[in-house]
T-cell receptor, first 113, second 114 residues
Framework: DTAVSQTPKYLVTQMGNDKSIKCEQN?????MYWYKQDSKKFLKIMFS???????INETVPNRFSPKSPDKAHLNLHINSLELGDSAVYFC????????????FGSGTRLTVV | QQQVKQSPQSLIVQKGGISIINCAYE??????FPWYQQFPGKGPALLIA?????SEKKEGRFTISFNKSAKQFSLHIMDSQPGDSATYFC?????????????FGKGTHLIIQP
């Protein structure tokens, strides 16, 4: 059983489209995250979500919005996609909000053309 | 502002040698320092982590050395093997939580030559 699973693994779409990436964790963790890895492999946090509290990194455009139907799921919706959104997006989870012991998913490679 | 600086950017080591990757941090609130290993097409995987109350932690061939006063920590991979070839990230976080989550270094691309 995969601990943190993301779908799809690859996503190719045109500029201006709206797309979603799904994430599920079966670890019973309380906190989930979205990270963006750019072409130089730099990992940067986008959101953390704990117990219905959303913490947003101030640099994330408001075209990005996380949605959490329950503790085990944190989906990422992106509106009006731009070329610069092309990256690998990783979902992660941790037991609580103390930022310890993240488990990452295998990533979604988003390509905007 | 890059809060965790990692070096070198790339590293080539002969099989059986010692691989050393260094990181430095600025935020004195950081109290958790993990290292992650990432293979192509995969997500980062936790390798080993240390807290500032100890100066060294060893797990198998992997050792973290931590210098609190210098705000530096390093990963040593002993008897490096071709299977260790991957990208390694140091990271840091504050147990108080907060918006920054885990702050990552920019990564080191490690190649172990047979």
């Amino acid at each position: 059983d995969t601990a943190v699973s993301q779908t799809p693994k690859y996503l190719v779409t045109q500029m201006g489209n709206d797309k979603s990436i799904k994430c599920e964790q079966n670890l019973g963790h309380d906190t989930m995250y979205w990270y963006k890895q750019d072409s130089k492999k730099f990992l940067k946090i986008m959101f953390s979500y704990n117990n219905k509290e959303l913490i947003i990194n101030e640099t994330v455009p408001n075209r990005f919005s996380p949605k959490s139907p329950d503790k085990a799921h944190l989906n990422l919706h992106i509106n009006s996609l731009e070329l610069g959104d092309s990256a690998v997006y990783f979902c992660a989870s941790s037991q609580d909000a103390r930022n310890y012991g993240y488990t990452f998913g295998s990533g979604t490679r988003l390509t905007v053309v | 502002q890059q809060q965790v600086k990692q070096s070198p950017q790339s590293l080539i080591v002969q099989k059986g040698g010692i691989s050393i990757i260094n990181c430095a941090y600025e935020n004195t609130a950081f109290d958790y320092f993990p290292w992650y290993q990432q293979f192509p097409g995969k997500g980062p995987a936790l390798l080993i982590a240390i807290r500032p109350d100890v100066s060294e932690k060893k797990e198998g061939r992997f050792t973290i050395s931590f210098n609190k006063s210098a705000k530096q920590f390093s990963l040593h991979i002993m008897d490096s093997q071709p299977g260790d070839s991957a990208t390694y990230f140091c990271a840091a976080s504050s147990s108080g939580g907060g918006a920054d989550g885990l702050t990552f270094g920019k990564g080191t691309h490690l190649i172990i030559q047979p």
